[in-house]
């Protein structure tokens, strides 16, 4: 035990047990309750959001904002970046669960290293390079199973962004008179109370525009979608 102490702080070493240690003080705090799982995290979506806004002046002024975490050129994709990470199932697994088993399989394989090797530092560092990126392969395979629980639990946490979308009156609007609307989101149908933005007569069945929420009415105002000259 007073060996692997030793090696633990002697040398290289140093850095792989500074993270064993910050992960065990992570957990204690977590398990306090001052701190939760989605403690430095980062968001790794891709996917554009549209934002439509509609220019009364012309029938529908059809403004497409793309937002992204990382470039999305032309070209296509996310860079080289983000899907080593996604790879790493980064992209659904809390930074800190993927972070704990990292380093505990990282500083597992530099003690063995360094104990094998000894005291040439050259040989140990590149060792620990490699025990680096077998840690990180072998966490993405202990984490593999756990991706679809932690996309389920991010799914559930995320606000639906209701602006811009498209939806399907299955209630007319006029005036002040509210209306229903249905909208899919990933696969699922959700009903809305909705209200024409100008007050004019939208008829059940018309595709439109989700435009904004107006708080005291817990409705959306909506306005007629038209694809010309999009």
Known sequence: MKEILDLSFSGPMVFPTALLLFVGLYWVVFLIGLIDLSFLDFDLDVDKDIGIEIDLDADVDVD??????????????????????????????????????????????????THEVGGNLGIVLGLMVASAIGAALLTKLVTQPFKGFFRSLNDEEKPIQFRGRICVLELGVEGNRLGQADLMVDGKSILLNVLSETGDKVKRGTQCVIVDYVADRDAYTVHPFQTEGI
Not at 101 to 108: Q, R, V
């Open 64 to 113: 497409v904002d793309v937002d992204s975490d990382v470039d999305a050129d032309s070209q296509g994709g996310p860079g080289l970046g983000v899907n080593i990470l996604r790879f790493l199932n980064l992209d659904a697994v809390p930074f800190m669960v993927f972070t704990s088993f990292f380093a505990l399989f990282f500083w597992a394989g530099s003690l063995i290293v």
